[in-house]
C-alpha cells in the first residue's frame, strides 16, 4: 500500500549510509564530470555538501514522484533536452533553481513562497513536497491555504451543553479538539474519549463543526462539557474556547486540576492505556510534554501539538492565556501551524517552562524529522498509546497493514473501530479543519 513512502524515506533506516555511498558511487560512474563539480561545491560549502550526500534519495524521490512529467518537461523547458542528464537530474540540480515546474500540476516558485523554510533549507521543493510537505499538507498552491468554508449538513446547529461535573479522582483536566463534517459524532472519537477518561476528571470536547440534533448525547458519561459550532480556528481555536470554559467551571483550580490536557481528533487511540504513558510522566521533572518532539521545521524544534499536558507551574502564571491573546481567533491552516504549533514550545521556553516528551527523539540529531511519519517505531518500540488518522492513509513511511496488525494485538477494540473507520473514509477526504 506504501511501498513507494518508503522508498522516499529508505536513507532513515539502517543501512542507509552503505545505500547513499553506493548510490554516489553509481552517480560518479555516469556523470565523472558532474560528479567532482559538485564534490567541489560541496567542499566549498556545507549545505551544498549535505546535498550531495542526498542525491541518490532526492534523485529516486523525483522518478517516483506523480507529479514529475519528463515528457512535459522535456517539451516545455528545451534546455534540458540538451543537456546530456535525464529530466529528473536536469530538473534536480538545475530545473528547479530557474523557477521551471516539474508538471502543470506542481510550481516550485508558489511552494517555496508559501513554505518559506524549505527555500531556508535549500531543498529542491518538489523532493521536499514529496518526503515532508504531503505529511503535513503544506499547501502548493494560494487555494490550498486559503480553503473554502465547510458545508454543514441541513439540520445541524451549534450548541453548547453541560452533563455534569465529575468528582476528581486523578486531577486532570482535558480538552479535546475535534470536528466533524457530516455532523455525527465519530466512533474514533468516542473510543478515544473513552480513554482519556480514565485518566481525566473534567473532559470538555470542543467541535469546530455544528452537530446534528441527538448527536450530543452520545458524549454523555464522556465528557462534563461540550462545545459545537464553526469557528475557524482549527485545533487551536478549540483549545482556546475549551481552556476558556474550563477556567468558567472551576475545573483548573489547583484544588481539582494538576494537569491540563490538550488532546485532538487526529488519532486513533488509545492503542494501550493512556495510564502507562501519563505514569511515566510522573517520573520527570517538566512543566509541560507532549508525546512526540518535531524537527521537521529546523527552524522551530517543537513538541507536535496532538497530544499536549501543561501543569500547575504553566496554568498558575496563566501562560496559555497569554499565548492565545497574542494570536487570532480566526486562522489559515498555514498559521494554524505557523502561529500556534510551531511557537507554543519557543513562546512556553522562553517564559522559563521546561519541556519533555514521552518519546525520546528517534533521531536526536536528524533535522527535518516528522517522528509521526514512523508509527510502528513510536508504538513497538517506545510505548505511544496513539496512532496517526492520516498513517492509516498511507501518509506514512511504514505500512498501514502492519500498523492495522499490530494494533490488533494490543487493541483489538481499537482495530475494529480502525477498520470501520476506514471503510466509512475511503475514498479519503481528509478530516477537515481539525486534521
Not at 72 to 83: E, K, L, M, P, R
Not at 197 to 202: T, Y
Amino acid at each position: 500500500m506504501n511501498s513507494r513512502a518508503d522508498h522516499l524515506f529508505s536513507f532513515f533506516t539502517p543501512g542507509a549510509i552503505a545505500r547513499s555511498a553506493a548510490g554516489l558511487a553509481a552517480f560518479a560512474i555516469r556523470h565523472p564530470v558532474l560528479f567532482l563539480r559538485l564534490l567541489r561545491d560541496g567542499f566549498r560549502d556545507r549545505k551544498a555538501f549535505v546535498l550531495l550526500l542526498r542525491l541518490p534519495v532526492d534523485l529516486r524521490t523525483i522518478c517516483l514522484s506523480p507529479l514529475f512529467d519528463r515528457e512535459w518537461y522535456v517539451a516545455n523547458h528545451s534546455d534540458a533536452d540538451g543537456s546530456g542528464m535525464s529530466p529528473e537530474l536536469h530538473y534536480l540540480l538545475h530545473g528547479a533553481a530557474s523557477g521551471w515546474r516539474p508538471s502543470p500540476a506542481f510550481s516550485g516558485a508558489v511552494y517555496l513562497d508559501l513554505n518559506p523554510e524549505v527555500r531556508a533549507s535549500g531543498l529542491n521543493p518538489l523532493v521536499h513536497y514529496e518526503q515532508y510537505g504531503r505529511f503535513i499538507d503544506c499547501p502548493t498552491s494560494v487555494e490550498d491555504d486559503r480553503p473554502p468554508e465547510p458545508v454543514f449538513p441541513v439540520g445541524s446547529r451549534a450548541l453548547e451543553i453541560d452533563f455534569g461535573e465529575t468528582p476528581c479522582a486523578h486531577a486532570r483536566t482535558a480538552v479535546f479538539a475535534t470536528f466533524s463534517r457530516d455532523g455525527r459524532i465519530a466512533e474514533r472519537d468516542l473510543f478515544y474519549l473513552r480513554g482519556l477518561c480514565e485518566v481525566c476528571d473534567n473532559v470538555v470536547t470542543v467541535f469546530n463543526s455544528p452537530i446534528l440534533p441527538g448527536e450530543e448525547d452520545k458524549l454523555r458519561g464522556l465528557a462534563s462539557s461540550a462545545v459545537f459550532r464553526y469557528h475557524g480556528g482549527y485545533d487551536f481555536g478549540s483549545w482556546r474556547i475549551g481552556l476558556r470554559l474550563a477556567r468558567e467551571r472551576g475545573w483548573l483550580e489547583p484544588s481539582v486540576c494538576g494537569e491540563l490536557v490538550f488532546a485532538n481528533g487526529s488519532c486513533y487511540a488509545p492503542v494501550r492505556p493512556f495510564s502507562e504513558m501519563f505514569h511515566a510522566m510522573e517520573r520527570r521533572r517538566a512543566d509541560f510534554w507532549g508525546v512526540t518532539f518535531s524537527t521537521q521545521r529546523t527552524e522551530a524544534p517543537h513538541l507536535q501539538s496532538f497530544f499536549l499536558a501543561f501543569r500547575r507551574p504553566i496554568l498558575d502564571a496563566g501562560a496559555l492565556e497569554a499565548f492565545f491573546a497574542e494570536r487570532p481567533e480566526r486562522a489559515t491552516r498555514r498559521e494554524a501551524i505557523d502561529l500556534y504549533e510551531l511557537q507554543l514550545t519557543a513562546f512556553l521556553r522562553g517564559r522559563g517552562f521546561v519541556p519533555d516528551a514521552f518519546v525520546r527523539p528517534l533521531f536526536p540529531n536528524l533535522h527535518g524529522f516528522n517522528p509521526t511519519t514512523r508509527p510502528l517505531d513510536l508504538i513497538r518500540r517506545h510505548n505511544a498509546p496513539l496512532v496517526k488518522v492520516k498513517a492509516m492513509h498511507g501518509q506514512s513511511i511504514q505500512s498501514a497493514e502492519r500498523i492495522l496488525s499490530l494494533v490488533r494485538r494490543l487493541n483489538p477494540a481499537l482495530a475494529e473501530v480502525i477498520e470501520r473507520d476506514l471503510c466509512r473514509r475511503l475514498p479519503s477526504s481528509g478530516s477537515g479543519p481539525a486534521a
